[in-house]
């Protein structure tokens, strides 16, 4: 999903996708191409594990006809919002930070946080911890390939129901 950040933003924010505030670009970074992400492109599966079939050394090799959905319609948190340092890019990090809804009617934001390959160091684990505190929004953070959920109850069952 390289450069998106040149694509103009969809209007209508939702849980998933709120407004955007920075006028970052994605720049060398490919984090959400490398399968840590789970997407399907023209056909081709990608997952954990399995990098998308068009990625190539220089980034997307189909960047002009990359499909709507996942490829435009994903940003990633650093990309879009003003709430992580700079260093906090997925491919200095190691740490994709992604918007999702749950509730029944999936209009609750949460904070999806998946590990670019090696264990989330910490500092960057107390970042995020810090702001889910700081703003009571649930956190589901992966931690050496584990899933930790934090927040209400009823997300924690729901994240844990999704994982079975
Ligand atoms: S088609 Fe593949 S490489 Fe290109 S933006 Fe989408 S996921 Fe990334
Ligand atoms: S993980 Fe974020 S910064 Fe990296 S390519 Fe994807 S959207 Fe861009």
């Not at 220089?58 to 650093?78: L, Q, T």
């Not at 740490?95 to 934001?109: H, L, N, Y």
Request: glycine share 8%; charged share 25%; proline share 9%.
């Amino acid at each position: 999903m390289k450069r998106k950040a040149r694509t103009p933003a969809p209007a209508g924010a939702t849980a998933e996708r709120p407004p955007r505030k920075t006028r970052r670009t994605c720049g060398p970074c490919t984090a959400c191409c490398e399968g840590h992400l789970e997407g399907r492109a023209h056909g081709h599966h990608f997952y954990l594990g399995r990098p998308c079939y068009f990625l190539g050394g220089a980034g997307c090799s189909i960047y002009r006809d990359r499909p709507e959905d996942p490829c435009r319609k994903f940003n990633c948190v650093w990309l879009t919002e003003d709430i992580l340092p700079e260093w906090f890019r997925p491919d200095k990090s190691n740490v994709i930070v992604a918007r999702g809804a749950w509730g029944p009617d999936k209009d609750r934001p949460y904070l999806k946080v998946t590990e670019r390959g090696s264990k989330i160091d910490s500092v960057a684990l107390n970042l995020l911890y810090m702001y889910h505190v700081q703003t009571r929004t649930p956190l589901s953070v992966q931690v050496d390939r584990g899933w930790n959920h934090y927040g209400p109850l009823e997300f924690v069952q729901e994240m844990q129901k999704n994982a079975d």
